[in-house]
């Protein structure tokens, strides 16, 4: 992927004077060795200062990990620790942060040997809170060199992603479509989480689309195209014109990233767009998706900044779709009720026009847009990728401000099941265990707009870090059969 970062974690063992300063340097090896043994060698850092009760030796480490290109930071309690200088160095690290500690090694070492880091990070979370400092801390933070690499490795994309929010720019063309309110939400929150936005006319598209007029570039951006969409090249007329709108949006992005390093885009895809720019743009938004720059429709900002997250994750491609329509009961009973363990309310279709990269999709045609053609001229709604979704893994997530400035979220895993939809768009029949109360006591009772963001694989314990980090109050969930949402009438049953 081209538009997510790179993330380098500095390890940096702390350690209280009384205790032996030994104990953290050799645990932070061993964790070290540990990572280089299970994962990647040049995801970390380790620091080889060993902080004590220093301040000073705090600032030689901030100097340390910055010279060696860490943008991100595991400080690890090798022993007890030094509560300030150790939530110093959270404090003053410009990147995100977490916390863990090293499990005692053996029954026959707990006298020299005892390090008391369980106790130690009761005391760092405590002087974290006093410092208004956030910070990443495990399930359970606690454990062997082994245990600590995994924690790390796990905080890898959570790193990935707050990396990218804090230096991402949202371009938006255009206001929100009529009837689309639930589409919009105060900026306020992105600049609460260190984003940028950049909003702009839809003439200011129109106008550097036709700057584009007979760029020497088109026939090599159709080639691309054809090749992507082999057979399902059913409208290869429109080619042209999608190649100059992909080239317009690539253009813009370099030419309006300022000193952003990471940019997505969202657009007012209708109703004007058709009948000034004769083609839908759904096909090019789901081809800059694919390489790593989202591009929600209908000027849904937080759309746009949840399928980011969702690429920083994943490292993958992820859609944007309409939580759209329920699966017909004959559908059901033909195709699922024998087959899977679902209820039919664990079940629903996830739709959109055609934004779906193709490689997502178990089968692909550029075709015209049925819904608009019912009210315009279809030859000026060709331009989308349609295709059932690929069955898998998924999970349904979105971040969204409320209208009240209000940061919160919602994480759910399922998948997309191999029923073929009978239908048009990008659109896949998904399956989510008790969907029916999580649609009813989340979605509809937190006003969650009906966008939702899609991760191809089971992400939900990243994307819910990576939330909470970001500063979501609250995280609706799938909550299982038996446990109630605050919400759910308890006589029901």
């Not at 720019?277 to 929600?296: A, D, E, K, W």
Request: charged share 20%; net charge negative; hydrophobic share 40%.
């Amino acid at each position: 992927m081209i538009n997510i970062p790179k993330v380098k974690i500095g390890i940096v063992a702390v350690s209280r004077d009384c205790f032996p300063e030994s104990l953290s340097v050799n645990r932070r090896k061993a964790l070290a060795a540990a990572y280089q043994k299970q994962f990647r060698a040049e995801d970390i850092y380790e620091c080889p200062v060993c902080i004590v009760e220093s301040e000073i030796q705090m600032t030689e480490a901030l100097e340390d990990i910055k010279k060696a290109g860490c943008n991100a930071l595991c400080v690890y309690l090798g022993n007890f620790g030094p509560e300030i200088s150790e939530t110093l160095l959270a404090k003053h690290f410009d990147g995100p942060v977490m916390f863990c500690a090293a499990a005692e090694e053996s029954q026959g070492d707990l006298m020299d040997g005892r390090g008391d880091a369980y106790c130690g990070m009761l005391n760092a979370s405590y002087n974290l809170k006093l410092r208004g400092t956030h910070a990443y801390i495990p399930d359970y933070p606690v454990g062997t060199a082994q245990d600590c690499a995994k924690m790390i490795n796990d905080f890898l994309p959570v790193a990935r992603a707050v990396i990218g929010v804090r230096e991402l720019k949202i371009i938006s063309f255009g206001p929100r479509p009529m009837n689309f309110l639930a589409c919009n939400a105060p900026i306020q929150q992105l600049y609460n989480m260190g984003a940028e936005i950049e909003e702009n006319s839809e003439l200011d598209l129109f106008e550097a689309f036709h700057k584009h007029d007979n760029d020497q570039r088109i026939p090599a951006k159709v080639k691309e195209m054809e090749t992507e969409l082999g057979s399902g090249n059913m409208k290869p007329e429109i080619l042209p014109k999608l190649a100059q709108y992909e080239l317009t949006l690539l253009d813009w992005v370099e030419a309006h990233r300022g000193y952003r390093k990471y940019v997505t885009l969202t657009t007012k895809c209708w109703p004007a767009f058709q009948t000034q720019f004769g083609f839908v743009p759904c096909y090019v938004n789901s081809r800059l998706t694919g390489m790593g720059i989202p591009v929600s429709c209908e000027v849904d900002i937080y759309g746009t900044l949840s399928e980011f997250i969702g690429t920083c994750v994943s490292q993958d491609a992820v859609t944007l779709l309409d939580i759209n329509n329920s699966v017909p009961d004959d559908m059901y009973e033909e195709s699922i009720r024998s087959r899977f363990s679902y209820k039919h309310t664990d079940t629903f279709m996830g739709f959109h026009c055609g934004n779906t990269c193709s490689n997502k999709l178990a089968a692909c045609s550029m075709k015209y847009q049925k819904i608009m053609a019912r009210s315009l001229p279809q030859e000026v709604t060709n331009g989308t990728l349609e295709g059932d979704i690929v069955p898998g893994d998924i999970t349904f997530y979105r971040l969204q401000s409320t209208s009240d400035n209000h940061l919160r979220a919602y994480v759910a895993q399922g998948e997309v099941l191999p029923v073929a939809t009978k239908s048009f768009g990008s659109i896949g029949v998904f399956a989510i265990p008790e969907m029916g109360r999580f649609y009813r006591h989340v979605l509809i009772e937190q006003n969650f707009p009906h966008h939702g963001a899609v991760a191809f694989g089971h992400y939900g314990k990243a994307l819910f870090e990576a939330f909470r980090y970001l500063g979501a109050e609250t995280i609706g969930y799938n909550q299982p059969a038996g446990v109630l949402y605050p919400s759910e009438n308890p006589f029901e049953r």
